[in-house]
């Protein structure tokens, strides 16, 4: 089974040539999350229409315990257990794929390289039986239009204009800085210069202690009020600072490629379960993917009709 992108692409694959249930899907890249959810799926349907489960993985992660006792239900709790750990470990390796591809293909010479360098096609095999060298059966599925990029980088996309105007405003605020500086030095200076005036009207007031309590209280009405002080006045000349709250909202690039969002993900996976139901209801020979395959592993060289890049499996 291959699962594609068509867009941007050829309107025939190869593997339509050799009559195998293709998925076609409208979209110019396949992301690794949207590969990860297709392989999950893609496993859950083999493992059904292979005859290793008795129903199909969603259907048992919905089946009620009534017996954690009995030994069919840890059977079905730990392949559920398995398949959860399975299915987040084809997220982070469909990561790995697409970072060690880029890797590899910054190594090859530019006249060797595609004019779309950065999709290619890969390919998960899902192999039935006791062990690898004895599988019963082994089945095939090909993802042609993978992203292909070096995770973690950042892109080097070009600075928003937002941002830019932004880093303007901070690079002009050195002068309304050193202006600001300059007033608060002189707000020290006539700071000190007030609490001298304090000092002397309090030695004035220690000095007539004969006085009475009404005297002491109208020296002390004399002195000027804070609010009437110059240094809590602004000079008109210095502009405004510019709001502190407003920098940080453009900091972040924007991002190469948008992720799908869980209605395309729902989507795709129907599109893949109503492909692979209709292969079944369509087998006419009896070698469909709900039967036994045969594998023949050969040189591919001997087989002038197959593609080249379908090295690892020959279906009969």
Sequence with gaps: TTTGSTTGMANTTKTDQYDVPTVRLDTERVTHELAARLATSFLAHVLFLKNQIPFPVVQLARMPDTDTRCRATKKRQQLLSSFDTLASHLYTTFVALSTS????????????????SDVGTVFLAIVLGPT??????????GIDGFDIKVWGLRDDAPRSPTLTKTVECSENDGPSEESDSHDSEEDVETDGSTESLYETDEESTVDQTSSEDGEEDSSGDERPPLSRSPSLSLPASSPPP??????????ALPPRLEEPDDTVLRAA???LSFTLARACAEDVHGQGIAAELRMFLHDPSS????PGELIYSVYV
Excluded at 101 to 116: P, Q
Excluded at 132 to 141: E, H, L, N, Y
Excluded at 242 to 251: D, K, R
């Design 132 to 141: 690898i060298g004895t599988a019963k059966s082994r089945v095939i599925m």
């Design 242 to 251: 510019p709001p502190l709250a407003s920098a940080p909202e453009h900091v």
């Design 303 to 306: 087989f002038d009709f197959l």
């Design 269 to 271: 996976e129907r599109l």
């Design 101 to 116: 591809l880029a890797l590899r293909r910054t190594r090859v010479d530019a006249d060797e390289k595609s004019g779309r």
